[in-house]
């Protein structure tokens, strides 16, 4: 864990559990959301590959 993440939590630490809740909720709907972008890109390369390799292949098919 970096120092800077420490610190936030340190002084997370010391808000009220309703705040500490609340924080923790927002914290974990980015990471969620982060890993669903990631994910996104990911597939979105993926069918750009495979788009490509179709392409290329029909080229090549018509000039066979």
Do not use: G, Y
């Not at 927002?26 to 993926?46: F, P």
């Amino acid at each position: 864990m970096t120092k800077l993440l420490e610190e936030a939590f340190a002084k997370a630490s010391k808000l009220p559990r309703w705040e500490q809740d609340a924080l923790a909720a927002m914290i974990l709907e980015e990471i969620a959301d982060n890993q669903q972008w990631k994910e996104s890109c990911l597939h979105t390369q993926e069918s750009d590959e495979w788009l490509a390799k179709l392409v290329n292949d029909a080229l090549q098919a018509e000039h066979a």
